[in-house]
């Protein structure tokens, strides 16, 4: 009997630690935000010297944003404005030989910026904080079926080659030597102009985008890897994944998909609300996918103002997190964060400004509506445990970030100065945050630690 007894409380106990650390389906939705996230606080107005912008790129540092304003100079020449982010002032402006500047890049290093538009020309300048800005047009082949403009710039991640596309031509050159490598692809699979390009993370393939064709090629010697259907031809960009073999494109009806590279494999089907998806990128860790779309006129109770939404994803599971609607007459078209992940700014092309913000500012406010305060958490470790883990994109499966409870703390050294390591009783039995006893911030997180 007592036998009996005892495995009924043993059952009881293991079913009440299961809910607690496996959240209800209803949980589950409650991590979809909708429209609730509003917009971050820290939102500024670039306003160019132009009157429309037609390309932009941060500097990977994040402190500088290139933007072409669709302004001239008295010669005729294109000008290139460069932007302090800390300051929102304009620190220089090259004048480009091109006409129409289309396209914007910057090379990982922050050394070069690349310039693309007319007159099938491609301008690296030398942005190098010891020397003077100079620039130097790169070759381009004889080429009979290109377009009078080259489109989209890509440097790629290892910083040694530059791809153009132009008409149905991918163009990649060397850029320490300027020279021109490739010209992809003499025949297309299927006929139409390039609208998009990637390079994969290890910089050995690039993905065009030919009308209703995605091609993967290899760089090394110029042949094709693979080539499946482009669900929604024109419509957004391409965009890899920093970190994985995965490409993430646009469908029709504003959802987004993640293929699997280099078979084409649909990993996950993204469910965006606005009408058309517009652009999209990934964050430089890789661990979230940001989207810009739009609402068509009079959507949500807005009148006859187009409505701009900006959502965001985890990639891993994804996971819709949240997302803001931008009610300001304009519809943004772009965006853009910049490599060191600290800054993320909306722009179109109609317009002449840009919208800046701080990507970690969303990512905060999108976990603190994930992350409510409990009464059993005076100090607030357990928000600030959460915040981090949802802001770090940390897979704490099959736990959530808001369920944790905390089982005991302990005061010990890290690198010389006074953490506490706080136990936590779900999922793993063996959860541990580290905090900063002075500062109250939290530094680490050992999942199914000793």
């Not at 073999?245 to 996950?268: E, F, S, W, Y």
């Not at 092309?349 to 840009?354: P, R, T």
């Amino acid at each position: 009997m007592k036998t009996k007894s005892f495995f009924i409380l043993l059952t009881l106990l293991i079913l009440l630690t299961v809910t607690a650390c496996h959240p209800s389906s209803q949980g589950h939705t409650t991590t979809n935000l909708g429209s609730q996230t509003l917009i971050p606080p820290t939102f500024h107005h670039l306003q160019t010297t132009g009157a429309h912008i037609t390309a932009l790129a941060f500097r990977p540092d994040g402190q500088m944003l290139a933007l072409a304003a669709g302004n001239e100079d008295a010669h005729g020449h294109s000008l290139i404005e460069i932007w302090t982010t800390a300051s929102q002032q304009i620190s220089q402006t090259l004048a480009a030989t091109s006409q129409s500047i289309g396209s914007l890049a910057f090379s990982p290093d922050g050394r070069w910026l690349a310039s693309a538009g007319g007159d099938l020309n491609v301008t690296l300048w030398n942005l190098a904080l010891d020397a003077e800005p100079t620039s130097l047009s790169l070759p381009a082949a004889a080429d009979t079926t290109a377009s009078s403009a080259f489109g989209t710039l890509a440097f790629s991640p290892n910083g040694q080659l530059l791809a153009a596309e132009n008409g149905p031509t991918l163009w990649i050159w060397e850029v320490k030597t300027a020279r021109l490598l490739q010209t992809l692809p003499a025949q297309l699979p299927v006929a139409g102009e390039a609208d998009a390009l990637a390079f994969s993370p290890d910089s050995e393939l690039v993905a065009v985008r030919h009308n209703a064709t995605i091609t993967l090629w290899r760089v090394a010697d110029g042949k094709s890897v693979a080539t499946f259907p482009a669900a929604d031809p024109g419509l957004c960009g391409l965009a890899f994944s920093p970190i994985d073999a995965v490409l993430a494109t646009c469908l029709r009806n504003g959802r987004i998909q993640l293929l699997h590279m280099p078979d084409g494999k649909v990993l996950q089907t993204l469910a965006n609300d606005p009408n058309a998806t517009w652009d999209i990128t990934f964050s430089p860790d890789g661990k979230f996918l940001a989207a810009i779309g739009v609402h068509g006129a009079g959507g949500n109770g807005t009148g006859e103002l187009p409505i701009t939404t900006l959502s965001l994803w985890r990639v891993r599971d994804g996971q819709a997190l949240g997302r803001f609607d931008v009610v300001t007459g304009q519809i943004y078209e772009r965006l853009a964060i910049s490599p060191n992940g600290q800054a993320l700014a909306l722009f179109t092309k109609n317009a002449g400004d840009v919208h800046l913000t701080s990507f970690p500012d969303w990512l905060t406010k999108i976990a603190a509506d994930q992350c409510p305060t409990q009464q059993a958490d005076a100090d607030g470790y357990l928000q600030k445990i959460c915040t981090y883990l949802v802001t770090n994109g940390i897979d704490v499966t099959p736990g959530d970030p808001g369920r944790y409870a905390i089982r005991n703390i302990e005061e010990r050294t890290q690198d010389g100065k006074p953490v506490l390591w706080v136990f936590l009783n779900c999922c793993h039995m063996g959860d541990i945050a580290i905090i900063d006893k002075a500062t109250g911030a939290v530094i680490g997180f050992r999942a199914s630690a000793e």
